[in-house]
């Protein structure tokens, strides 16, 4: 195998003209604006003001300790660590008198699964306690003592531990769905010779239901160390006060005397390719995935600006490939339904990092998929990339990357905590942006494309090739020695250049005449225009980004108003086509004059996105722009209005994977149950079901086209509000020349509110399905009428977040039947004024009717006695910060402007005045108004 030294060989050649007077690149420079430090004992911090939320941190210990630790008697320990630390600790005993982690955070508007949460994977554990209030002292306190406790101080009780052990068990089975059981067979052959072939985190039941709590202290008491532990702190601190209290805080945490050695395990190399193929009866689809393995970069070669070059190479690599498999896709015939390529780490492994093929492939074509991708990387291998895909490729880098310098200030405090869990876990640089910005943009000009010609070459290997299938018990799949001679076969072809199509021309070359702002109005910060063809913009200028700019347009009617001869086309028309492969029909043959794919390369180095779909009962735009590409926006937006361009072998390409998708999608059990949810709520209404072969086979491309152009011939029906960093002078001259020029008829467009009708009453659909784990999945989903209104909004959003305390309180921690009740609300306002209100949750099949009647205890209880006093306070505290932070986003103000203009909804005024008055009485009201209504609908699918 080529060690990653000459990877980094291949750089030096590549910027040598930069490097004339020395021997290596000067170091990447650590942000000065974070404060990095170890103490005696070995533990790490990493410590950074940042004001973005206002008044808020984020509080962090990652542990470079996972699954692959454990050994055979373990597995499992590591993860159910990571549950114990929320059961107790020295500070925080969650006893009797409620001292608990979870209690206490909630108090302060922290809450758990949201904010307060942690993961466990094959080398580390990370717990976070995000968006802590800043204002309280005690708050900052009291988190800090948090982490310290995390770190050494667990209880690790007996009682706790034989209670989680339920929980954990009903995690397993919410977790053990396909993909997790075709893991359980790939990682075995695909990692042989190293621990993590099994050591899939959620661990062995056997071992889970049945260790001896001294087992899970050994463990914790060997491995959670300082000198395995990072403590990172970001927000609204003071960061020489935050150090000092770290330093005085976990000085009582002893140095470890000889610790264990943190060994990582290593991945063997391997000349033959592997083959791996897992298939599962409830996989209704084909993923083949091959990988080029090969050495990570050690951490002494990161300290040095080359690394950002390589770094900036390997991103180009990843992208061009991933261009040329999805240009593939859009032929009539694709060899797959979809394709990425991504690079970095070996699927979970730290010790080795790969280069990532993924394809999606056809019914019956695995072969297809594998020979294709294969037979690609080998042509980069041979011919390398060209300078036009080189071009197109590294302007979108630099124009992302100038996106992300002119925002270089208003990054969240997310952000930060990523680069240093990465530069703690894998020793990855944390240069400031600007210092990453400037670098790129000195260099990038001297990184020529055979430099990266090279560097693919040396990943691209015939070494170190694995190959895995995750496959359907419905197809057959060549046995491992013909996958292996297929691709002897395609490494000995004669292959040919890769063509590129460059494209020079502009986006639109002859410009529509300009229409004419005729009305110009100020309302509460907002310009509002009327514009000559009757379409009104409405503008809201903005600071909280410095290069972004939202754009949104909506108008009544919708699929709503097209006949039901027309269901297959209306089906095609709406979303969930494009929910299958992330493609719409509309957006297949391109825009004007481009293709699909040339439209991507005419679009190259520009940061704008802009989407058009027809819901049910509207049409929608969704656009995002930089300040420099918002004319490129705008043009976008004038030519999915007047020239959607018809590609009857790309839309044939795109119906014919889906088709592939689609034709085994019912093996998969969460697909059924999510179709018996629909077809309940909305009485077997064919609008409301999942997309068919059937509709795709009898869809016409043709009258698509057309039923999409008559719901967008009409820009006087159009309300497009547009919020970031403009100026409404210098906007008025796009509006005019691309909003005000779309085409325009008399008369105003509304939805038909009877196509799809909502079921009343109480209804009950449990079936039997058989699935490989025993699993009863049931939702509960109670609706009716509600008025729109702000104060209904924030009542229903407090009865959801009282309901997630309850419930995870009563279900999960005290019965422990479940992983969790997932709940979700919403206030709607179309057919009419609506609610609804849905629960869902996996069990031990023998235990659904006992949740059932949990859930249904809780919900009357709620009735009848309001939630308690102490959850609203809680409530309160949540939103009321939720709230403050939302006032600084875009989307924030775009959705306040949408909700005012599409139907005259006030959902900004008086918010805070709304927040306050929740109380137990009138979340007692609320509640009997809304399960008064006895609107419940009951779906479940058991295995028994």
Same mark, same amino acid.
């Given at each position: ?57 984020n509080f962090y210990i990652v542990q470079k300790v ?17 549950? *114990? ?5 020295? !500070? ?35 717990? !976070? ?8 002292? /005690? ?34 089975? $919410? ?6 059981? #075709? ?105 083949? +995935? ?14 040095? *600006? ?13 992208? *061009? ?27 979970v492994s730290k010790t080795k990092d790969a280069l ?63 680069? %240093? $869990? ?16 400037? $670098? ?14 090279? @560097? ?40 040919? /250049? ?66 039901? =001869?027309?269901?297959?086309?209306? #089906? ?34 520009? !940061? ?37 361009? =018809? ?14 998708? +689609?034709?085994? @999608? ?11 949810? *629909? ?5 077997? !209404? ?30 006087? &029906? ?47 659909? &449990? ?51 479940? %992983? ?58 949540f939103t009321t910060k939720q709230h403050a932070d ?14 005012? %203009? ?43």
């Amino acid at each position: 195998m080529k060690s990653v030294y000459l990877f980094f060989a291949t750089i030096i050649v590549a910027i040598s003209s930069l490097q004339a007077q020395q021997q290596q690149m000067p170091p990447i420079p650590i942000d000065k604006d974070v404060r990095i430090g170890k103490l005696d004992n070995g533990l790490t911090y990493y410590i950074r003001k940042n004001n973005l939320p206002e008044h808020q941190a984020n509080f962090y210990i990652v542990q470079k300790v996972g699954s692959v630790l454990e050994e055979d008697t373990q597995r499992g320990l590591a993860h159910f660590l990571e549950h *114990m630390a929320f059961n107790g600790t020295k !500070n925080f005993p969650n006893d009797k008198t409620g001292k608990g982690i979870i209690p206490y955070l909630e108090t302060i508007g922290v809450k758990f699964g949201e904010n307060l949460n942690a993961g466990t994977s094959f080398d580390y554990t990370i717990y !976070n306690i995000n968006a802590v209030p800043t204002a309280r002292k /005690a708050a900052l306190d009291s988190c800090l003592l948090i982490l310290h406790d995390w770190s050494s101080f667990l209880l690790l009780r007996d009682q706790d531990i034989d209670k989680e052990r339920k929980v954990i068990h009903e995690e397993w089975r $919410t977790r053990q769905d396909m993909s997790m059981r #075709m893991l359980g067979i790939l990682l075995p052959e695909i990692y042989k010779g190293s621990k993590y072939a099994d050591r899939i985190p959620i661990g062995k039941m056997e071992v889970v239901d049945n260790f001896q709590p001294i087992a899970l202290r050994d463990y914790y008491n060997k491995w959670y160390r300082p000198d395995l532990q990072g403590i990172i702190i970001v927000g609204d601190v003071d960061v020489d006060k935050t150090e000092q209290q770290i330093k005085d805080l976990f000085a009582d945490i002893k140095k470890p005397v000889n610790p264990a050695e943190r060994v990582y395990s290593q991945v063997p190399n391997n000349d033959e390719p592997i083959v791996s193929i897992a298939v599962d009866k409830e996989n209704p689809n084909t993923n083949v +995935l091959v990988f080029f393995k090969r050495d990570i970069v050690p951490a002494d070669k990161k300290k040095n *600006m080359d690394y950002l070059v390589y770094d900036f190479m390997n991103s180009m690599i990843e992208q *061009m490939l991933s261009n040329r498999l999805k240009e593939l896709i859009q032929k009539e015939n694709p060899p797959f339904a979809f394709a990425q390529v991504s690079s970095g780490s070996f699927l979970v492994s730290k010790t080795k990092d790969a280069l990532q093929l993924f394809a999606v492939g056809n019914p019956n074509a695995s072969n297809t998929a594998i020979e294709t991708i294969i037979r690609e990387a080998n042509r980069v291998k041979e011919f390398g990339f060209t300078e036009g895909e080189y071009e197109r490729t590294k302007a979108d880098y630099i124009s992302k990357l100038e996106q992300l310098y002119k925002e270089r200030d208003k990054q969240r405090n997310s952000y930060f905590i990523d680069q %240093y $869990t990465n530069n703690f876990l894998e020793d990855e640089p944390i240069p400031s942006i600007a210092d990453k910005y400037n $670098t790129i943009q000195q260099v990038v000009n001297y990184i020529p494309l055979a430099g990266i010609n090279q @560097l693919a070459k040396r990943m691209i290997t015939d070494k170190n090739r694995v190959v895995a299938i995750m496959g359907s018990e419905t197809e057959k799949y060549s046995p491992e020695a013909d996958i292996k001679a297929l691709i002897k076969k395609v490494d000995n072809e004669k292959l040919t /250049a890769f063509v590129d199509n460059a494209i020079k021309e502009p986006l639109m070359s002859t410009l529509p005449a300009k229409g004419k702002i005729v009305k110009e109005e100020q309302n509460q910060g907002t310009t509002v225009w009327t514009l000559s063809n009757g379409a009104k913009v409405v503008v809201k200028p903005t600071t909280f980004k410095d290069d972004e700019i939202l754009i949104s347009g909506f108008a009544s009617g919708g699929t709503s108003v097209i006949d039901n =001869k027309y269901i297959s086309e209306i #089906m095609v028309l709406g979303k969930m086509m494009e929910s299958m492969l992330g493609e719409s029909a509309l957006s297949a043959g391109g825009l004007g004059k481009f293709s699909k794919t040339d439209l991507k390369k005419v679009l190259s180095g520009k !940061n704008v996105s802009m989407d058009f779909s027809v819901d049910t009962y509207n049409e929608e735009i969704s656009g995002k722009s930089n300040i420099k590409d918002l004319e490129t926006a705008m043009q976008l937006l004038y030519l999915n209005f007047t020239d959607v361009r =018809k590609d009857q072998a790309a839309y044939t390409s795109l119906a014919t994977r889906t088709k592939g998708i +689609l034709t085994n @999608l019912g093996s998969n059990p969460m697909v059924a149950f999510s179709d018996s949810i *629909m077809s309940s709520m909305y009485q077997n !209404n064919p609008r409301g079901r999942f997309i068919s072969v059937k509709n795709l086979e009898s869809a016409d491309y043709d009258t698509v086209l057309k039923l999409y152009k008559q719901r967008f011939a009409n820009a006087g &029906n159009f309300v497009f509000t547009i919020v970031g960093n403009v100026k409404s002078d210098e906007l008025k001259a796009l509006v005019e020349q691309y909003i005000a020029s779309l085409p325009s008829v008399s008369g105003k467009s509304t939805f038909n509110a009877k196509v799809m009708p909502a079921r009343k009453g109480t209804f009950n659909n &449990n079936f039997v399905r058989q699935m490989e784990t025993p699993k009863a999945t049931t939702g509960l989903i109670y609706s009716g009428k509600l008025n729109y209104t702000l104060q209904n909004k924030i009542q229903l959003d407090a009865l959801k977040q009282i309901l997630d305390i309850v419930l995870t309180d009563k279900i999960r921690e005290k019965l422990g039947g479940t %992983y969790g009740v997932r709940v979700a609300a919403e206030l709607g306002k179309t057919p009419e004024d609506n609610f609804d209100v849905q629960l869902m949750f996996d069990t031990d099949p023998n235990r659904r009717i006992e949740l059932v009647n949990g859930i249904n205890s809780v919900i009357s209880d709620i009735q009848k006695n309001g939630p308690s006093a102490e959850n609203v306070q809680k409530v309160k505290e949540f939103t009321t910060k939720q709230h403050a932070d939302d006032l600084k986003k875009n989307e924030y103000a775009l959705d306040i402007l949408n909700n005012q %203009y599409r139907y005259t909804a006030d959902f900004d005024m008086n918010y805070q005045q709304y927040v306050d008055q929740l109380s137990v009485e009138s979340l007692k009201i609320f509640a009997k108004k809304l399960f008064g209504q006895n609107n419940r609908i009951e779906v479940s699918m058991s295995s028994k």
